[in-house]
């Protein structure tokens, strides 16, 4: 047998395995970039409070014209969302939030609550950490209403329910574990300058 032909049976299957591992590579990675782009749904539970809960600022919101009152800021928070990655470092969801409960606590013992709730669009800028760990902050706009239940005590006093169209912006941290995601995130709604709402949840989803 000529050296030739001695040579050319070892050549040929290393060319076969560098393009066997070329063609694997390439799908791996078209496979990583595909992960992520795309549709993805999610939701969560958590907590919310104020970011100011003194009394004259809660009174300013509904026109109570009179701070004489407690106020207990802590409750449920749900929250739903969908989304689409258009690559590794962005991507815009749309949400409902469902804040909770406000309950005002009048010195004779009666109660008016304030039930707030929130939709809207933001714009979310990613930054992968690795495989599974990425940080995120978003921005964007909402809708929101907010009932309130009851006068203070005091049936002379007409309190008003309030809605707008004001910014929301967070942050958080997700673990991407395809085709789930687990995510922890922090969003303030900016109602207005005298009634901010923080949110601290956490989400699970599913990446189409």
Known sequence: MSKSRLLAAPLATVSFAALALALALSGHAQAAGNANEGLYIGAGTGFSSLENDDSDEAGDFIESGSDDFDVDDDDNVYKAFVGYQYNPYFATEAFYTD????QLK????????LESKAYGVNVVGILPIGQ??????????AKWET???GNLGNSSVDLKDNDGFDPVYGAGAQVNLDPFLIRAEYERYDFDSDYQVDAFTASVGYKF
């Open 99 to 102: 804040l909770g409960t406000v």
């Open 106 to 113: 009048g010195n004779d013992f009666s109660n008016t609550d």
């Open 132 to 141: 599974y760990f990425s940080l995120f902050a978003k921005a964007g706009m």
């Open 147 to 149: 009932d309130v239940d």
